[in-house]
C-alpha cells in the first residue's frame, strides 16, 4: 500500500468507527453466529497475489462483522466489561503507526519514560503508597504469575532460577472465589494446583481470614511452607472483598509473600469512599488492576506495583551481551520486570485517556456507573420475583428470578432459559456465574458510554422476558 492510498483508507476507516460507536445498538450484542460460520466463509489459504483493499473491507463488512460481539456496545452488561475511548483508539493508532518496541530504554526513550510517568499517576490516582513502583503488563494473569514466581525467588534466595526444583512444599493461598488465573499460575510457576488452598468464604463470599491462618498454621506443622496469599479486591464472581488488612497482618506474622488481584474494581479506588479497601496496604508485596477494564483504556493494559522492585527484576533479569547498554544503571530496563522481552508501547493511550479526561472525569465516570449500578438494583430489590444472591459493592449486581415454589433445580434451568433468551434478543448481553449451587445472573455497569436509557431498558427487557414465559 503506498502513503496516498494509507491517507485514503486511513480517513474512511476514521469514519467507519466514528459511524460504528453512533449505530452500535443496532447489531445484536452478542453475536449470533454458530461455530464455524466465519471459517467456512473464508479460504483455507492465503492468497497468493496481492488483493485491494476495498475487496478486504468489504469482506470485513460482511463476513467479520455478522462475527462480531459489540463489547463497545452499551448494552454489553457481560463479565467484566473491557471498555475503550475515543482517547485510547486514537493513543492505539499512534502506537501501531510508530511500532516501537519497548524492552528496554534506548529502544525508544519516550516509551519508557512515559511508562514510568504513567505509572506513577494511576498508582497515586488509586491511592496506593509512593514507594510501589508499576510497570505494565499485558494480563493480571500475568501479574499474578510474576508475584507467584518473585515470592518463589525471593524464598530461596533465587535458587530455584537457577537450579531448579528438587522437590515442592510450598502452599499458595487464595479464595474459593478467586479467579482462574490463580490455579493456571500455580501450575506454570512449578509448585502445582494440589498446593493451591482454596480458602472458605463467608455468606458474602469473602475469604475467611480466620481459616486463612488456620490453613497456614496447619501447613507449617506438616512440613509445608507457605510461599504467598493471593487477596482479592473484587471477586469476578461477585466482587466479593478480601480483607487486605486482616490477610497482611497474617502475611507478616508467618512471613509470607502478598500479592492483591483488584483486576476489575481497582479503578474504584480513585474514589476516597473506597481507599478503605487497601487499610493494611503496607503488609502488601504486590498489586495488579486492569485499566483495560473499567478505566477507558482499551485492552491491553495491565497495572502492575510492586513495593520491592529488586525482588521483580532479580526475578526476570537476562544480561545477553547484545542487550547490554552504557545507562543500563540510570533508566527502567522493562524486559526485567516480567516474562516478556518485547513490549508495545501501551502508555500512550492510558497518558491520552487520563489527560483528556483527567482524574475528576474519570472519577465522575466511574460515580455515574455505580450510580446506574444502585438503579438497576433497586428494580431487583422492588420486584418480589427477583432477588438479590451477592451484595452490591461495586458496578455488578448478581441475582435471579424467583417467581416462588420452585426447587434450586428448577430455578437453575429457569435462569438459565431467561439468561439463553436476553441474549438472543440481541438487545443486551449478559452473563453468569455459580455462586454457592445458585446459576446466578451478572449484570455489569461499566461500559465508556452507558445511558441512564440503557440500563432502564435492560430492566424493560427482563420484565418483558419473563412475561412471555
Ligand atoms: C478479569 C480478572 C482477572 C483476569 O484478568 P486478565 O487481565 O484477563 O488476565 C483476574 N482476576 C480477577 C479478579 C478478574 O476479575
Known amino acids: 500500500m503506498k502513503n496516498s492510498e494509507f491517507r485514503k483508507y486511513g480517513y474512511e476507516l476514521v469514519d467507519k468507527i ?35 483493499f476495498d475487496d478486504i473491507l468489504k469482506d470485513f463488512d460482511e463476513i467479520i462483522m455478522p462475527g462480531i460481539t459489540h463489547w463497545q456496545s452499551p448494552n454489553f452488561f457481560a463479565y467484566f466489561n473491557a471498555n ?5 483508539i486514537l493513543g492505539e493508532m499512534l502506537t501501531s ?11 525508544s526513550p519516550a516509551g519508557t519514560e512515559l511508562e514510568e510517568v504513567v505509572m506513577n499517576w494511576l498508582r497515586d490516582m488509586i491511592g496506593l503508597p509512593e514507594y510501589f513502583s508499576g510497570v505494565i503488563q499485558d494480563t493480571a494473569s500475568t501479574a499474578t504469575l510474576c508475584s507467584i514466581l518473585t515470592a518463589r525467588e525471593k524464598f530461596t534466595d533465587f535458587q530455584i532460577n537457577k537450579s531448579g526444583f528438587e522437590h515442592n512444599k510450598f502452599r499458595v493461598y487464595a479464595s474459593k472465589e478467586a479467579h482462574s488465573s490463580i490455579e493456571k499460575a500455580v501450575k506454570i510457576a512449578g509448585i502445582g494446583y494440589e498446593n493451591l488452598v482454596k480458602i472458605n468464604t463467608d455468606k458474602n463470599f ?39 488488612k486482616e490477610n497482611g497482618e497474617i502475611c507478616k506474622k508467618y512471613n509470607v509473600f502478598h500479592h492483591v488481584d483488584a483486576a476489575h474494581v481497582g479503578t474504584a479506588l480513585v474514589l476516597d469512599e473506597f481507599r478503605y479497601l487497601i487499610d493494611g496496604i503496607e503488609n502488601v508485596d504486590t498489586f495488579v488492576f486492569n485499566p483495560h477494564k473499567w ?11 510492586v513495593k520491592n522492585q529488586e525482588y521483580l527484576i532479580r526475578t526476570f533479569e537476562i544480561m545477553p551481551e547484545y542487550l547490554k547498554t552504557n545507562v543500563d ?16 508501547f501501551r502508555a500512550l493511550k492510558m497518558w491520552f485517556v487520563i489527560r483528556s479526561y483527567g482524574v475528576e472525569g474519570i472519577k465522575s465516570t466511574v460515580r455515574k456507573h455505580l450510580q446506574l449500578t444502585q438503579k438497576f438494583k433497586n428494580n431487583i430489590e422492588q420486584d418480589e420475583r427477583f432477588e438479590l444472591l451477592a451484595p452490591v459493592r461495586f458496578n455488578l449486581v448478581c441475582f435471579r428470578y ?16 431467561l439468561l439463553n433468551s436476553i441474549n438472543k434478543s440481541g438487545k443486551a448481553f449478559i452473563t453468569h456465574t455459580k455462586l454457592g449451587d445458585n446459576y446466578t445472573i451478572r449484570v455489569v455497569i461499566g461500559q ?16 418483558s422476558q419473563i412475561n412471555s414465559f
Open 206 to 244: 469473602d475469604m475467611i481470614s480466620n481459616d486463612l491462618e488456620l490453613a497456614i498454621k496447619n501447613d507449617i506443622q506438616n512440613g509445608l511452607i507457605p510461599l504467598i496469599v493471593i487477596s482479592a479486591i473484587g471477586t469476578t464472581g461477585s466482587t466479593s472483598i478480601d480483607s487486605i
Open 18 to 52: 466514528a459511524d460504528y460507536f453512533v449505530e452500535i445498538e443496532k447489531y445484536p450484542v452478542k453475536s449470533q453466529l454458530n461455530p464455524g460460520d466465519i471459517i467456512k466463509q473464508l479460504p483455507k489459504s492465503a492468497p497468493e497475489n496481492s488483493e485491494s
Open 448 to 463: 465508556t458510554y452507558i445511558e441512564e436509557r440503557n440500563v432502564d431498558e435492560l430492566w424493560e427487557l427482563f420484565l
Open 402 to 417: 424467583n417467581p416462588g415454589n420452585l426447587n434450586v433445580e428448577e430455578l437453575n434451568k429457569l435462569n438459565e432459559k
Open 84 to 88: 475503550n475511548s475515543f482517547e485510547s
Open 295 to 305: 478505566m477507558f483504556t482499551n485492552f491491553d493494559f495491565s497495572a502492575y506495583f
Open 97 to 107: 503507526a510508530l511500532g516501537v518496541n519497548t524492552f528496554i530504554w534506548q529502544n
Open 329 to 344: 544503571n540510570r533508566v527502567n530496563n522493562y524486559r526485567d520486570w516480567g516474562i516478556q522481552l518485547g513490549r508495545r
